[in-house]
Nanobody, 115 residues
Framework: QVQLVESGGGLVRPGGSLRLSCAAS????????MDWYRQAPGKQRVMVAS???????NYADSVKGRFTISRDNTKNTVYLQMNGLKPDDTGVYYC?????????WGQGTQVTVSS
């Protein structure tokens, strides 16, 4: 059974930092590309960062220079380091694993940026 479990969300002040983790089980993690998505209240889910099996990264323009995605294949975990957080970064963050036409989602973790 495939499981993706996100953690690390919480309440943070503008300008602060958080590190999200997504631990995977039930898949051969190293063969999956991994994405982080954000869903703000009342809005569609959008991708904020992705990392390929080879470590190539891509970011949404809104987070470039502030967020860093990384992966540790020995721990079956993908991370999202978020610095310089803004109120617009508020939302539920989901990780997604992709392999060909197969994709798996986690349950999400809430990030709230507020003073």
């Amino acid at each position: 059974q495939v499981q993706l479990v996100e953690s690390g969300g919480g309440l943070v002040r503008p300008g602060g930092s958080l590190r999200l983790s997504c631990a995977a089980s039930g898949i051969i993690f190293s063969t999956y590309a991994m994405d982080w998505y954000r869903q703000a209240p009342g809005k569609q889910r959008v991708m904020v960062a992705s990392i390929t099996t080879g470590g190539t990264t891509n970011y949404a323009d809104s987070v470039k220079g502030r967020f860093t995605i990384s992966r540790d294949n020995t721990k079956n975990t993908v991370y999202l380091q978020m610095n310089g957080l803004k109120p617009d970064d508020t939302g539920v963050y989901y990780c997604k694993a992709n392999w060909g036409r197969y994709e798996h989602w986690g349950q999400g973790t809430q990030v709230t940026v507020s003073s």
